[in-house]
């Protein structure tokens, strides 16, 4: 059975800082995996997804993700942290295998406050 | 391009009431999603349809159903509203197959009292 794990539900930085959000996935199949970001009273916007290519992934607004295998981790990253980036962020893991029938396994989510 | 569009994006109802959420997925999107996200579930599934069909179904009470149109256009029903239905229900569409990302739309704030 597919499982994602958010190692943290809360993260707080400076402006300026690297960002660091924590994702462990388990699975019995090489999966797609997905960070979807959400900004306050507005839907999830698709940050960056990994599909079996490159392991490094890089998505939007200056974040990237990598994929590891051995320690079936997808963590998000982002060198400098900008007060636009505050948001509850989504890591995702999905079945490439389910044909037409999606199945997406949700984390609970961390929210990323940005301090000045 | 436009983006999904849901309505309407605020909505307050009394306790045994009917609501009825409208969703119109982005062009050529014959996929949608339905989720409600709530502070103390995170976001749970709802169903998916696909060319009117409804493919997967999220773990709710039979409440809540959902349709799709012609035109990909869909529709959520939630019936006998109950104080814990207060929600942000979010819908979202996408291309066919697995690895193709969700496209979100804002959301309807649902307040049940």
């Known amino acids: 059975a597919q499982s994602v794990t958010q190692l943290d539900s809360h993260v707080s930085v400076s402006e300026g800082t690297p960002v660091l959000l924590r994702c462990n996935y388990s699975?019995?199949?090489?999966?797609?995996l997905f960070w979807y970001v959400q900004h306050p009273n507005k839907g999830l916007q698709l940050l960056l997804k990994?599909?079996?290519?490159a392991t490094l992934v890089k998505g939007i607004n200056g974040f990237e993700a990598e994929f590891k295998k051995s320690e079936t981790s997808f963590h998000l990253t982002k060198p400098s942290a900008h007060m636009s980036d505050a948001a509850e962020y989504f890591c995702?893991?999905?079945?490439?295998?389910?044909?037409?029938?999606?199945?997406?396994?949700w984390g609970l989510g961390t929210s990323l406050a940005v301090n000045p | 391009k436009a983006g999904v569009t849901q309505t309407p994006r605020y909505l307050i109802k009394t306790r045994g009431q009917q609501v009825t959420l409208s969703c119109s997925p982005i062009?050529?999107?014959?996929?949608v999603s339905w989720y409600q996200q709530t502070p103390g579930q995170g976001l749970q599934f709802l169903f998916e349809?696909?060319?009117?069909?409804?493919?997967n179904k999220g773990n709710f009470p039979g409440r809540f159903s959902g349709r799709q149109f012609s035109n990909s256009r869909s529709e959520m029903n939630v019936s006998t509203l109950e104080l814990g239905d207060s929600a942000l229900y979010l819908c979202?569409?996408?291309?066919?197959?697995?690895?193709?990302?969700?496209?979100f739309g804002n959301g309807t704030r649902l307040t049940v009292t």
């Open positions: 995702v893991v999905s079945d490439p295998n389910a044909g037409n029938n999606r199945k997406l396994i």
């Open positions: 062009s050529g999107h014959r996929s």
């Open positions: 990994y599909t079996s290519a």
């Open positions: 349809y696909f060319s009117e069909t409804q493919r």
């Open positions: 699975s019995s199949y090489s999966p797609s």
């Open positions: 979202a569409s996408s291309l066919q197959g697995p690895n193709s990302p969700l496209h």
